[in-house]
């Protein structure tokens, strides 16, 4: 400091010093106002805030952080104020607040996906888009029999490829995924894909690996000024998702271009992407019109890696719980038997009649909780959950995982007992409004009935052909690997044998 002195002239030096006090004071009284409106919480440090002591079981660090500091509670991560909120209470008032619909301002992954999908928009976009969405799903098929019809014949297709591995150990993994995959594809690109078609393969093992990658509280995400540079400097796995991302992107590509060689008029609408690219020719004068190709291909992305990966793994689980627990795999089968028998193909509708088969369906939904932290939601203004304050444009977690494995809310919620949904003389399955699985409120899960549909008809199919097993000697252990979705951390490989 004495060097400066004695070279810099005084006044400069003054007005230096005012500077930096200036900006010091004007630092410490935002940091406190920005402190004192959100609600209380950990700290961290300086630019990355409580990022990095995250732990890899993010729902259950969080479930412990709410314990600790309420069922509101805040964090900073990275360039974002987060606020996460848990607690049946509180995330049933939050479902319904008007100002908790938006999502983050930069897309799922900053520096990687440069194009907004309906599902990370917000506010009049969002709701336009998503609305021309569910029409054109639905004109195109979806909740009608046409669908329930291609799901069938999608299941005899893989029903018929378990058996030819003739009771043999199977990776049940990406057989699985093909097959629920086609399902999604039928809606959005109008057809199914072979097992071994290289682009379906392709599209199933970045949707894999992408997610083995990602964590939910990614650097990217949180940190999305500095997302290229990581992305530059090929770290935390995000150029790889990067390339992954790509390929799979020319693949939707190739299917878009395809069916602009349609000439599609109101009749001619097959699918996803005809219903869209129809809807764009109709608005081609709109100015600013979200209705664009960028937006068609990224949509498509969302429906087809949101529609698959979800099933997929969800089915995963009820394997495994059904290997782990066969007095259940034989009760469904009973009810099986006493309802629609082991030779007709399930419907929709048998759902009704079959109690048990549908409570181990919710259980295995609520105890696994795939999605246990829900899609990132954005404050659109200044609001309030539980009295908590939320301010404008904090990035807003619901963890429902803290919902479903509440202890006040469920008996011994570490345990699988589907027993919990039924009601007292066992003849209903009944789903409480705390079983947010696909979310609630404005922004549910639409493909939640299509969901229940795949779920409950493979369920059946698989159980009315096959008993499932491991080697003897195998253990089935429950253990969790959390990422963006929350998976068996070991998928043994599984003995289907025929049921004769
Ligand atoms: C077991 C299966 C599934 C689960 C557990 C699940 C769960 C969820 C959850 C928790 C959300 C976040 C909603 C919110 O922000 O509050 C969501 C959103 C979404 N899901 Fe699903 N989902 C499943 C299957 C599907 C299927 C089959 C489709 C496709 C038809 C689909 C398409 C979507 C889309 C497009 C969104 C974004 C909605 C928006 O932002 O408006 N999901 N899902």
């Known amino acids: ?290 209705f664009n190709v960028n937006t068609l291909q990224r949509n498509a992305s969302m429906f087809y890696a949101a529609g698959s990966d979800t099933i997929t793994t969800t089915l995963q689980w009820i394997i495994m719980y059904l290997v782990k627990y066969p007095e259940y795999q034989n009760k469904i089968r009973d009810e099986i038997k006493q309802t629609i028998g082991l030779n007709r193909q399930p419907e929709n509708i048998d759902r009704q009649q079959m109690p048990f088969t549908m409570a181990f369906i919710y259980e295995a939904l609520r105890h696994s909780s795939i999605i246990a932290l829900n899609l990132a939601r954005r404050a659109l203004e200044d609001t309030k959950v539980g009295g908590y304050s939320i301010p404008k444009d904090s990035f807003v977690i619901f963890n429902f995982w803290s919902v479903h494995h509440d202890p006040n809310l469920w008996d011994n919620p570490e345990l699988f007992k589907p027993e919990r949904f039924l009601d007292e003389d066992k003849s209903k399955a009944i789903k409480p409004p705390y079983l947010v699985a696909f979310s609630g409120g404005k922004r549910v899960c639409p493909g939640e009935s299509f969901a229940y549909l795949q779920i409950f008809l493979y369920l059946v199919s698989i159980l009315q052909q096959f008993e499932i097993s491991v080697e003897s000697g195998k253990d089935i252990s429950l253990e969790r690997v959390q990422k963006f979705s929350i998976r068996p951390k070991i998928l043994p490989d599984f003995i289907f044998t025929n049921i004769d």
């Open 1 to 290: 400091m004495f060097f400066i002195d004695s070279y810099v002239d005084p006044t400069l030096l003054n007005f230096f010093y005012g500077l930096v006090t200036l900006f010091v004071v004007h630092y410490v009284i935002k940091f406190v106002r920005r402190v004192r409106a959100l609600p209380p919480g950990p700290w961290g440090l300086p630019i990355v805030g409580y990022l990095p002591f995250i732990r890899q079981d993010e729902c259950n660090h969080m479930t412990e952080l709410a314990a600790k500091y309420g069922p509101v509670f805040s964090l900073k991560c990275g360039q974002f104020d987060v606020v996460v909120i848990n607690q049946w209470k509180c995330i049933k008032e939050a479902l319904a607040n008007e100002h908790l619909l938006g999502r983050p301002k930069e897309t799922i992954l900053p520096g990687v996906i440069e194009h907004f999908s309906f599902v990370e928009m917000s506010g009049e976009r969002w709701k336009e888009q998503r609305r021309v969405a569910l029409t054109t799903l639905r004109d195109v098929g979806l909740g009608k029999s046409k669908m329930e019809d291609s799901v069938r014949d999608e299941i005899d297709s893989f029903t018929e490829r378990i058996k030819s591995f003739e009771g043999k150990p199977i990776s049940i993994s990406n057989k699985l995924s093909l097959s629920i995959s086609n399902n999604i594809s039928t809606l959005v690109f109008g057809h199914t894909y072979a097992y071994d078609d290289p682009v379906a393969l392709d599209m199933e093992n970045m949707l894999v690996q992408a997610n083995g990658m990602l964590r939910y509280f990614n650097v990217a995400i949180f940190m999305p000024s500095v997302a290229s540079l990581i992305l530059r400097l090929n770290l935390f796995g995000l150029s790889k998702f990067g390339d992954l991302f790509r390929k799979f992107e020319s693949h939707i590509n190739d299917e878009v271009i395809e069916h602009r060689k349609k000439d599609i008029d109101d009749n001619g609408i097959k699918d996803y992407i005809d219903g869209f690219l129809h809807e764009m020719s109709k608005r081609q004068n709109e100015k600013d019109s979200t």
